[in-house]
């Protein structure tokens, strides 16, 4: 059961261009939401959150938009820059406490490609 | 920033023996740390939730006997393949959390071959 989506494997972008990433979430209980990078053989970076209280968080280049109506967060990078090219993960944790204390779920992840 | 070092980055070892991973939190406490393993090509999967000084939490269908975890303090966990096979083989990754309403932050995983 992939309680957490990421629809597209692989996404390419011009430079300077926007990159949108979409991800999207079955279960109601989820109240927090992160967006994480990651390069080959290393460990994912964080790059942005979101609370459900929030339907937008901008970070420098980086915004993120959560519509909780439709179990639907984006990430949005402009301008995209080389750089940015990475796998993209978008996780999320339900506030249920007790063993689930901070557990995230990942989606499939999404490989960017931003092209000078 | 929350850096989280997580050694050794490999591992290539024979079947049968047990490997130690080792991650630390290196500027900042966690209360909790986590581990995970990812498939070539696949998402993170969550084995185990590893809080200091208490039992791990397991995933379901992760062997508890197998990834023994230990938390020993709010900077350091380990996770100990036992007795590892080749289909251990994959790359493992921890993370450490500050407190609840604060990101993961991970370590850059370990890859580990067994032959």
């Known amino acids: 059961d992939q309680q957490v989506k990421q629809n597209s494997p692989s996404l390419s972008v011009q430079e300077g261009r926007i990159s949108i990433l979409n991800c999207d979430y079955t279960n109601s209980m989820f109240d927090y939401f992160l967006w994480y990078k990651k390069y080959p053989a290393e460990g994912p970076t964080f790059l942005i959150s979101?609370?459900?209280?929030?339907d937008k968080n901008e970070d420098g280049r980086f915004t993120v938009f959560l519509n909780k109506s439709a179990k639907h967060l984006s990430l949005h990078i402009v301008p995209s820059q080389p750089g940015d090219s990475a796998v993209y993960f978008c996780a999320a944790r339900a506030n249920a406490g007790g063993t689930s204390y901070g557990k995230l779920t990942f989606g499939q992840g999404t490989i960017l490609t931003v092209h000078p | 920033g929350a850096v989280v070092s997580q050694h050794p980055s490999r591992v290539i070892c024979k079947s049968g023996t047990s490997v130690k991973i080792e991650c630390r939190s290196l500027d900042f406490q966690a209360t909790t740390m986590f581990w995970y393993r990812q498939f070539p090509k696949k998402s993170l999967m969550l084995m185990a939730t590893?809080?200091?000084?208490?039992?791990?939490?397991?995933e379901q269908g992760v062997e508890k006997d197998k990834f023994l975890i230990n938390h020993a303090s709010l900077t350091l966990s380990t996770l100990t393949v036992t007795s590892a096979h080749p289909e251990d083989s994959s790359f493992y990754i921890c993370?450490?959390?500050?407190?609840?309403?604060?990101?993961?932050?991970f370590g850059d995983g370990t890859r580990l071959s067994i032959l």
């Open positions: 993370s450490a959390m500050r407190q609840f309403n604060q990101p993961q932050h």
């Open positions: 590893s809080n200091e000084g208490s039992k791990a939490t397991y």
């Open positions: 979101i609370s459900s209280i929030k």
